[in-house]
């Protein structure tokens, strides 16, 4: 069972202030990813990865930024957070080499901008 | 860009009731497409998938036919019990994007018993 461990599971910020969201994945997968969840959007991608050192764009990136330092280890950025960054952010992660396409979510971190 | 569309953004029915969840989506490409489900307090997990015209996916008594004709990936199921009550969410992706993943809005089922 693919294991993705979040942290923290609870933040609140103010306004203008640094956020960062770790993610630890224990499976060797190559993919990684960031999505925020808003009730009437669903789940939205902010940005991914393919490998230590490798970032791409999502679909949402505007006020983030990210970090692949190990094959493990994914950090979402928020340096200077807003309100229309709360929200609830899910880390995830996927086996390429199976080519499922099956992603395995963390349970969330919850994120309150005042 | 690609899309996907979930009509329903809520779901009650009765434990043995017949569901059916719709799937709509546009895409430039040939794209697998899937069926997430969350339950309370927990990420999404999936579910199935089908990647080609025709394919059926399935699991837990869930079942979705990918439809290219009509780009619909509606998910079924016989007969629900209280234990379904989840949102579902259908999301494509394709290889070549290391399956960058779009997901529908989500349909929250709820299931009395």
């Known amino acids: 069972e693919a294991a993705v461990t979040q942290s923290p599971r609870n933040k609140v910020t103010v306004t203008g202030g640094n956020v960062t969201l770790s993610c630890r994945q224990t499976?060797?997968?190559?993919?990684m990813y960031w999505y925020r969840q808003d009730t009437g959007h669903g789940l939205r991608l902010i940005h991914y990865?393919?490998?230590?050192?490798?970032?791409q764009i999502g679909d949402v990136p505007d006020g983030y930024k990210a970090t692949r330092t190990t094959q493990e280890d994914f950090f979402l950025l928020l340096e200077l957070a807003s309100p229309s960054q709360t929200s609830l952010y899910f880390c995830?992660?996927?086996?390429?080499?199976?080519?499922?396409?099956?992603?395995?979510f963390g349970e969330g971190s919850k994120l309150t901008v005042l | 860009g690609d899309s996907v569309t979930q009509t329903e953004g809520q779901v009650a029915l009765s434990e043995e009731d017949f569901l059916t969840i719709h799937c709509n989506y546009s895409a430039s490409g040939y794209p697998a497409l899937f069926w997430y489900v969350q339950y309370p307090g927990e990420g999404p997990q999936f579910l199935f998938r089908a990647s080609r015209d025709k394919e059926k996916g399935s699991s837990r008594g869930f079942e979705a036919t990918y439809d290219k004709g009509t780009t619909s990936f509606h998910l079924r199921k016989a007969s629900v019990q209280e234990s379904d009550s989840a949102v579902y969410y259908c999301?494509?992706?394709?290889?070549?994007?290391?399956?960058?993943?779009?997901f529908g809005t989500g349909t929250s089922l709820l299931v009395d018993p």
């Open positions: 995830a992660s996927s086996d390429d080499g199976g080519n499922t396409g099956q992603l395995y």
């Open positions: 499976n060797s997968h190559n993919y």
């Open positions: 990865s393919y490998g230590a050192g490798n970032l």
């Open positions: 999301a494509l992706g394709e290889s070549n994007m290391g399956y960058k993943l779009t």
